[in-house]
């Protein structure tokens, strides 16, 4: 699975239709987990701009399994299905079809994507006082869960009031087909944004659902901060930038609050798992939303190399440079284990360090977002840590000559395995190690740059291309 070559006559075809479909984060996610899971299905875009009716017929006779739908076509796509999910209904808009004997079947999964989002964070709506900002088309999922999962009161925000009326009364209608007998829907207030003081003074949760943080300079529906005091929790459903005004305003009161990057993922996820009937797990999910963290704010380096290559030096300055973190494999080690990498290598031994250090970059390969890494000297040796390596970025391999190296390790005393009677003895020692771990760098690196007689400033310009 993942290389082109390995597309064949039996190989299934998923996809997503929409206008525009150029940005979309959705062949990341569906790709990922038919890789992860050995699934022998591709996910492609389809830009369709007018006739979704003819798409979708064309889809289901070209045999393609399953399909995304966005904008324009979430609601015009609903009159060519044989099926349509009762949460769908509700919500007006299908963003998943699934196929079936008699043609597609049409489902929302933006509402249980949110569900599952708000679950991560051990977020439940029910019995809750929910506060929804905007009156959209993404606030009918929002309102739909609070709904179904037995909110208590739902007070609808909007800028324009009669969208909020609208939107409320039009729920309501709807609330028992969806509720059924599980939970008795609560209550939707529609209020202008401006009649923000009539919402109940009890602690809440907030769901942000406008357009608004997605631009520049953009505000906030409401600018009172007196407003968001009573905010439990903040969900933002505009996940660029990573950090939007309104998570910024409840990040101030130390509120804690998500962007909308876990709900377009658990979308994702859930219409995969209809497609498929898999059940995806947890761990992979993390890994799927660690790749769209990197495509969306920023890639990983991961600096590599012998001692005394410069990996530290270079890494800080490549991170101020570029506005990225900054983290070190062997001071997370030493700060997880409350002890020198030289006391670990004495009191454990070599393998044991070892093994912290594939452990620390499992956790980073599913964590780390526009972060340097700078790695120690050893990390290359396992085959394992070469793949987790590659995993996490893009590894850049510094190297030095032996001499260079030399001069610059010499005087360091916190380097076990360069303990050395002489100066001559180091010299030979270095040699020896450099010749033994090459292949290990070179099979790990996507880029090899020499350090022999560079200023730091121009290896951080070698590495970020300019
Ligand atoms: P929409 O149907 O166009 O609705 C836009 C909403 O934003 C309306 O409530 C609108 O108020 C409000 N709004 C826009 N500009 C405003 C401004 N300058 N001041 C005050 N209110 C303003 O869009 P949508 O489909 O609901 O999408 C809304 C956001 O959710 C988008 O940023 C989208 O990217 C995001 N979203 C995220 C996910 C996810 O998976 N995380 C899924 C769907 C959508 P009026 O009614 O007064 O115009």
């Not at 396992?382 to 590659?390: G, H, I, Q, S, V």
């Amino acid at each position: 699975m993942g290389k082109i070559q390995d597309i064949t006559g039996t190989t299934g075809v998923l996809g997503l239709i929409g206008n525009p479909v150029r940005h979309t984060m959705s062949p990341l996610i569906h790709n990922t987990i038919s890789e992860e899971m050995g699934k022998d299905l591709r996910y492609l875009p389809f830009p369709v701009e007018e006739d979704v009716t003819a798409a979708v017929k064309g889809a289901y006779h070209l045999g393609i399994l399953g399909l995304n739908v966005t904008v324009p076509h979430k609601t015009a796509v609903m009159g060519t299905l044989s099926e349509i999910d009762d949460a769908a209904k509700m919500i007006g808009a299908v963003n998943t079809l699934v196929r079936t004997e008699r043609g597609y079947k049409g489902y929302n999964t933006d509402m249980p994507g949110l569900g599952r989002a708000l679950k991560r964070r051990g977020i439940s709506l029910k019995g809750q006082q929910v506060v929804i900002l905007g009156a959209g088309g993404a606030s009918r999922a929002a309102c739909a869960l609070a709904l179904t999962e037995g909110a208590k009161e739902i007070y609808l925000l909007n800028r324009t009031k009669e969208r909020a009326e609208k939107l409320a009364a039009e729920m309501t209608e709807k609330a028992d087909a969806l509720a059924g007998e599980k939970a008795a829907p609560g209550r939707i207030i529609p209020l202008a944004a401006s009649e923000y003081a009539r919402v109940p003074r009890n602690p809440s949760i907030f769901i942000q659902c406008t357009a608004l943080g997605l631009h520049e300079g953009d505000g906030l529906l409401i600018e009172d901060d007196n407003f968001y005091h009573m905010a439990e929790y903040g969900y933002d459903l505009v996940y660029n930038p990573a950090v939007t005004p309104f998570m910024r305003k409840l990040e101030s009161f130390m509120i804690p609050c998500d962007n909308g990057l876990t709900m377009l993922l658990y979308q994702g996820i859930i219409a995969y798992e209809l497609w498929t009937g898999v059940s995806v797990p947890d761990e992979l999910a993390d890994k799927v939303l660690n790749r769209m963290e990197r495509r969306l704010y920023g890639e990983n380096y991961v600096l590599t190399g012998y001692m005394g290559c410069g990996k530290s030096t270079v890494g800080k300055a490549l991170a101020e440079a570029r506005s990225m973190a900054f983290l070190d494999t062997d001071a997370m080690i030493e700060e997880a284990e409350d002890c020198s990498i030289r006391e670990i290598f004495e009191e454990q031994g070599e393998e044991a360090f070892r093994d912290m250090e594939t452990e620390m970059l499992k956790r980073l390969s599913a964590t780390a977002v526009n972060t340097v890494i700078a790695t120690g000297g050893g990390i290359v040796l396992r085959p394992e840590n070469r793949r987790l390596l590659k995993e996490i970025g893009q590894v850049i391999w510094l190297s030095a000559s032996p001499e260079e190296t030399l001069h610059r390790v010499k005087e360091d005393t916190g380097r076990p395995l360069l303990d050395s009677a002489s100066e001559a003895e180091l010299a030979e020692k270095i040699e020896r190690m450099l010749r033994e771990r090459g292949p290990a760098y070179g099979a790990a690196a996507d880029r090899v740059i020499h350090t022999d007689g560079r200023e730091i400033a121009e290896i951080v310009k070698l590495i970020s291309g300019e």
